[in-house]
């Protein structure tokens, strides 16, 4: 039987990019990758973190799935199951809860990789070390902090704990992942993703673990390459492998970094810098054209590019809820109350922006909303197995299911509406009205000009409100689900009128393409932080094929042994 590659999450979040690395199998079925050790420091992202590995075990076990499924509907919790015990046990050693960057946290992480990696074979290091201080976000909140030295903020450096790894234990590929954010940010003077990448390049120099004077072997460096450009990758050619000083790439090289997730069949314009690091030794056998031909991903057909209608429009209708008072007559009197109020105050009041055709249609929609309201709705969806009323068949409606029983439907987690307040109510009405009718979303007080819709802010029509509300338009992948989405709803408001919501978790989740099977641990708002913070894990599957891709050709290049056959689903 031959042995999965082993692989090494850090800061792994909820564990999107491992499970896309786990999802690939072999013509036989078996997984070619499997994640020893993952380690993330939040409470609620690690309990995810361990629910998914006991999921995975447990799948791969033979065993009925019912302890996984009767716990995410309200059922005993596997730890306490006689049944899987063992399983879960396993799992725990898998998801460790550390925070890097400490002596503790550091020393238990290397106490399990000295312990479970087996040194003598291939194995691949991922992971996105924390973007906080990278994000332009993040950087402008940095800026309002007085006394604030980014040389001093430990975030700018916690990619060194990765480093760390790389230098004591040389896996043969490492995937990094971060914000696009990193490109431009400073410490100082300088940039620090050059920095990066010349770290990333000779990490035990690096990392001072030999003595200056000694110099590093060059097949224990790295070459750092593209995934979204075969004629980019650090150092440039050959000849830099044996270089002790390899030429910088231009600012220009660096976007070349950046892979936008809605060219690789993801349903959302996710735009993140991915870096693939393949160990010298293995370059010098491939060569390193040759492996950033190979490592570059194949965009899709943007005529089949999937929308956000694709990946949620089979969930159940939800309704929002109340900020107070919340109850079903009460959100579907207040529905009919602002929509009559929005309908009027778009009758009286003209606007200098929007055609006055488009005004009628969109005062017909919101008279409609008034008059008939869904009354039907629920605020939460309750999982139930029921039969299904039709087979979907599109790759990424496949991905979705995920492991949900075929004989079963209205297995859904994790949806239910979060509560608003009235007035916000009203101000996503109208957004979802003017997205159905324009074909876009409003751009502030361009757009939303009803002085009823004006938030209480002293300078709203500054202009600096542009992006205040957005919906998630049906028919385009969806812009960046971000952590912002736990704070409030405003960025992320469904396209549909009649339910006048913001996204769900589940939502977030599918269009991140987590499949239906993956629970989300945690209240609410860490929910939606776990989600935001992930990498798409069909994205992650498609760079997993990639590095397996490599590690079978330097196997063929070695033994002339044929590749192995990857199922594609």
Known sequence: MKQPIQVVDLFAGPGGLGE?????????????FKTLVSVEKEASAHRTLTLRAFFRLLLDSGKDLDPYFEYLQGGEHPRNREDVHDLWLEAEQEALRLELGGEAGNNALDERLQKGLDHQRDWVLIGGPPCQAYSVVGRVRNRGKKDYRPEEDKRHFLYREYLDVIAKHSPAVFVMENVKGILTSRVGKQRIFGQILEDLHDPIAATDRKAAAEATDPEERYTIFSLADSGVYYPRSSDDLFSDAPEPLSEEEYLSFVVKAEDYGIPQTRHRVILVGVRNDLVNRIKAPNLAQQLRMHRSDKKKQPTVKDAIS?????????????????????????????????????????EKSDLKRMDYLLRQVATHPYESLERRHEPKSQP????RGTDLEIWLKGAIPKDSWGLWFNHEARGHMEEDLARYLYCAVFAKIMKRSPIGTKDIHL?????????????????????VLEEQPSKTITSHISKDGHYFIHYDPYQCRSLTVREAARLQTFPDDYYFEGNRTEQYVQVGNAVPPLLARSIAIKVLEVLEREKEENSHQPHSTVLEA
Not at 20 to 32: E, K, N
Not at 388 to 391: C, F, H, L, Y
């Open 451 to 471: 002085d009823y819709l004006a938030p209480k802010h002293a300078n709203w029509k500054s202009g600096k409100f542009a992006d205040r509300f957005k919906v």
């Open 388 to 391: 299904r009323a039709r087979v």
């Open 314 to 354: 089979e969930l159940p209708d939800l309704r929002s809820g109340l900020s107070r008072g919340d109850s079903k007559e009460a959100w579907y009197s207040t529905i009919k109350r602002v929509a009559e109020r929005v309908a009027h105050e778009l009758r009286s009041q003209p606007s200098d922006h929007i």
């Open 20 to 32: 896309g690395f786990s999802s690939v199998r072999m013509a036989d079925g078996d997984r070619v």
